[in-house]
């Protein structure tokens, strides 16, 4: 998501095996722990993959837009916004063990330590993303005792996300939200989930500007023209899609792009672009069924 990126990034040196020694508990502390709180919505979507959804978590409705699959189970009590979780509601649970990434802690960190122990859990560090999400689901599955469960899961995302490659298009690829202001468009690139993935299966993305570190940046819509031979793959967003598309038809630089010109535009369902592996597979197998819209021209 781009909402939040200018504050989390300020927070990037938190990523640190540093800061992650000085906002955790040990893995023994939180081994087998079975009362478990997410606040952030990739560690909540790991947790449901891994058989051991939390007890609580922060914004499920966001989580059942964004995310969707794997289901969130109705006994998942709702926190709140994951910036201001309902401390009081989360005091109450009594749960054993609390997770969150490092750049979600914040001031908020001495009042949830109150409650339970925290364990930070993910970086913003310059490594491959798949290998940063690849270990964030073995550090769960350690810490609910789903080691098992974990391997398992990130075996079979490397394998279902290879197995995909010979279908996918290598048209250079623009990964991208339309806003509804109809000048812009929220791009993700290589260093988010949805960007790494499209670049594992070949489809090289045609993003080459600055992208903060979740991979997401802001481009005006002319600046799509910067690779004529690209084509455009947006997330549908139901009606706030539709307002942006309505826009867009009266816009004349929407209109001279080749992508839009040439028929190279898709729309793609909702995927969490920095969402766990169950959401990396599933963007893979989107992506690998889009049309090719022929070879890219020389």
Avoid at 154 to 183: K, Q, S, Y
């Amino acid at each position: 998501m781009v909402s939040g990126v200018t504050r989390r990034a300020a927070l990037t040196g938190l990523g640190t095996a540093a800061a992650m020694a000085a906002f955790s508990v040990s893995a023994t502390r939180g081994a087998g722990a079975t009362r478990v709180v997410s606040l952030e919505l990739q560690l909540t979507e790991t947790l449901v993959a891994l058989g051991a959804p939390p007890i609580a978590a922060a914004d499920n409705a966001l989580y059942r837009r964004l995310v969707g699959r794997p289901e969130l189970p109705a006994s998942v009590e709702d926190l709140g916004p994951i910036q201001q979780p309902n401390l009081e509601f989360l005091t109450y649970l009594k749960p054993d063990l609390i997770v969150l990434p490092p750049w979600e802690i914040g001031g908020s960190r001495r009042a949830l330590a109150r409650v339970a122990p925290i364990e930070a859990i993910g970086d913003l560090s310059a490594r491959p993303p798949i290998e940063r999400l690849n270990e964030t689901t073995r550090r769960l599955g350690v810490l609910v005792g789903r080691d098992g469960d974990a391997e398992a899961l990130v075996a079979n995302a490397a394998a279902e996300i290879d197995a995909l490659r010979t279908g996918a298009a290598t048209r250079p690829t623009f990964l991208c939200r339309l806003m509804e202001n109809g000048r812009h468009v929220a791009i993700f690139g290589g260093r988010s989930v949805v960007g790494a993935v499209a670049e594992r299966l070949g489809m090289p993305n045609a993003w080459t500007g600055r992208q903060s570190a979740f991979g997401t940046a802001v481009a005006a819509i002319e600046d799509l023209a910067r690779v004529p031979d690209a084509r455009l793959v947006h997330f549908h967003r139901g009606a706030e899609t539709d307002r942006a598309l309505a826009r867009l038809a009266r816009s004349p630089l929407w209109a001279a792009l080749p992508m839009v010109r040439m028929g190279r535009t898709h729309a793609m369902p909702v995927v969490h672009p920095n969402g766990g592996l169950a959401s990396a597979i599933r963007a893979a197998a989107q992506l690998a069924t889009l049309p090719h819209d022929g070879p890219p021209r020389g």
